[in-house]
Structures are given as structure tokens and as C-alpha cells.
């Protein structure tokens, strides 16, 4: 199966639009999403529309198995071990994704647009916000990683003033998205202003909460507003 998106619309009128990369084993579960009339949900958010993109099946090297999954990945804990497995499945979810956001900023501003993530779904979303060139409403990060933050922290580190651009660029090269055919997409960086909220479990047994703490040290570093929230008694 392919790439693909199920829609949520709480109302008949939509001012604001969230978009949810979601992580590899609730894919199925959005397909059957439904709101009860009567939800809190309704009250509380009357006017936004749920966008969930869900991913097509690849190998996955770590399972050993066929699976929905963003990109492949060697490990869980040591995200640095294989990391050009990451690359493809990155570069085309990237273009998948913009490509959603796009669209939907053709019927609201950017700023009642929030881009979020779950799991690898959080990891995926954080490169399409950087790369995507623009600041969004928010970005909402759970129980997530970092492809490629060992590198981007020490880029970030060295380059002091000029580390958001030494890291787009490196980010860039790395993805193969250096061709100038991508420069409309990818802009000039003003992502970096987006808010950005990062919530993690202190007993999730599958992404350590440690990698969540290096998000937020990453992002933090190149400038970025970010709120940080653990929670206690909650897993993966």
C-alpha cells in the first residue's frame, strides 16, 4: 500500500487545520476515526480539520519484517547505528508531506496551521518543519527522536551564529535536497520561529526519553522557542 491521509472535520467550517504524522502501529486505527456528536473535542476546538498521513509498507531492517514505517532504522536506542537507512523513506515522506501542507494552506493561513508527530511520526514531522521554510502555528511533538542529531548538535555547536543555516544545509546535502529545483519549497529558513511543544513519558519503554531530552536540547540550541513536559506513570 501507498501513502495516504484520513481527514477529520469536527464541523462543516474549518479555520484551522492540524496536521498528525502518526507513528507506524496506529496508522490502521485512523482509518475508523470517528467524533461524537456530543465530544469535548467539538467544544473545545469547533473549527479545526484532523489531517493523519499515513505512510506506505517498506522493509524494516529493526523488525526484520514488512511494515507501515516513515523510514527504515537499524535501532531504537542507538539512533546513530545505520543512519543512511533513514535517508530514502525521509526524502520521500518529506515530499509527501509538504505536499499535504501545501495544501491546505491553500484554504488556511499558516498560522492556524499546527504540524505534529508521534513516535517516528514526531521524528518525520521535525525534518519536515525545518526544511520546510516556513513558520507554521505550532509544531507537537510526542514520545519522538531525531534522525541524525548527533550531527546536527555538533553542527549547531560549532557554528554558533550560523548554526540554523550550517544545519539546513547539512540536512539538506544529507537528503539530497540540495538541487536547486527545491529552493521554492525549502526557503530560507524561517521555520526556526515556529513554537514548538515536546512531550515525552518517563517510563516509555520504547523511545528513551533521553532522545526526547536531545530534541530539546538540538532545537533549543539553533533558537527555537520550545516547551518541554514530562509525564509521570507513562510509557510509549
Given at each position: 500500500?501507498?501513502?495516504?491521509?484520513?481527514?477529520l472535520t469536527l464541523t462543516?467550517?474549518?479555520?484551522?487545520?492540524?496536521?498528525?504524522?502518526?507513528?507506524?502501529?496506529?496508522?490502521?486505527?485512523?482509518?475508523?476515526?470517528?467524533?461524537?456528536?456530543?465530544?469535548?473535542?467539538?467544544?473545545?476546538?469547533?473549527?479545526?480539520?484532523?489531517?493523519?498521513?499515513?505512510?506506505?509498507?517498506?522493509?524494516?531492517?529493526?523488525?526484520?519484517?514488512?511494515?507501515?514505517?516513515?523510514?527504515?532504522?537499524?535501532?531504537?536506542?542507538?539512533?546513530?547505528?545505520?543512519?543512511?537507512?533513514?535517508?530514502?523513506?525521509?526524502?520521500?515522506?518529506?515530499?509527501?508531506?509538504?505536499?499535504?501542507?501545501?495544501?491546505?494552506?491553500?484554504?488556511?493561513?499558516?498560522?492556524?496551521?499546527?504540524?505534529?508527530?508521534?513516535?517516528?511520526?514526531?521524528?518525520?514531522?521535525?525534518?519536515?518543519?525545518?526544511?520546510?521554510?516556513?513558520?507554521?502555528?505550532?509544531?507537537?511533538?510526542?514520545?519522538?527522536?531525531?534522525?541524525?542529531?548527533?550531527?546536527?548538535?555538533?553542527?549547531?555547536?560549532?557554528?554558533?551564529?550560523?548554526?540554523?543555516?550550517?544545519?539546513?544545509?547539512?540536512?539538506?546535502?544529507?537528503?539530497?535536497?540540495?538541487?536547486?529545483?527545491?529552493?521554492?519549497?525549502?526557503?530560507?529558513?524561517?521555520?526556526?520561529?515556529?513554537?514548538?511543544?515536546?512531550?515525552?513519558?518517563?517510563?516509555?519503554?520504547?523511545?528513551?526519553?533521553?532522545?526526547?531530552?536531545?530534541?530539546?536540547?538540538?532545537?533549543?540550541?539553533?533558537?527555537?522557542?520550545?516547551?518541554?513536559k514530562e509525564y509521570q506513570?507513562?510509557?510509549?
Amino acid at each position: 500500500m501507498g501513502y495516504s491521509q484520513n481527514v477529520l472535520t469536527l464541523t462543516q467550517s474549518s479555520s484551522c487545520t492540524a496536521v498528525e504524522v502518526v507513528a507506524k502501529n496506529v496508522q490502521r486505527s485512523c482509518s475508523s476515526l470517528r467524533v461524537p456528536t456530543t465530544s469535548p473535542l467539538i467544544d473545545r476546538l469547533p473549527s479545526w480539520k484532523w489531517v493523519f498521513p499515513t505512510t506506505k509498507e517498506r522493509y524494516s531492517t529493526l523488525f526484520r519484517e514488512e511494515m507501515n514505517e516513515w523510514f527504515d532504522t537499524m535501532s531504537l536506542t542507538d539512533i546513530s547505528r545505520g543512519e543512511d537507512l533513514q535517508v530514502k523513506g525521509l526524502f520521500e515522506a518529506l515530499q509527501y508531506l509538504w505536499g499535504i501542507i501545501n495544501k491546505e494552506l491553500e484554504s488556511v493561513p499558516v498560522e492556524r496551521l499546527v504540524l505534529g508527530g508521534i513516535s517516528q511520526g514526531c521524528a518525520t514531522g521535525l525534518h519536515t518543519l525545518l526544511l520546510g521554510g516556513r513558520k507554521l502555528g505550532a509544531f507537537i511533538g510526542i514520545s519522538g527522536w531525531m534522525p541524525f542529531a548527533g550531527h546536527i548538535e555538533k553542527i549547531a555547536r560549532d557554528a554558533g551564529r550560523r548554526s540554523f543555516k550550517e544545519v539546513l544545509d547539512f540536512m539538506r546535502t544529507k537528503l539530497s535536497l540540495d538541487n536547486p529545483s527545491y529552493s521554492d519549497t525549502l526557503g530560507a529558513g524561517s521555520a526556526v520561529g515556529t513554537p514548538v511543544f515536546l512531550g515525552h513519558g518517563l517510563d516509555d519503554e520504547v523511545i528513551s526519553i533521553e532522545l526526547g531530552k536531545q530534541i530539546h536540547r538540538v532545537l533549543s540550541g539553533l533558537g527555537v522557542q520550545v516547551t518541554w513536559k514530562e509525564y509521570q506513570e507513562c510509557g510509549h
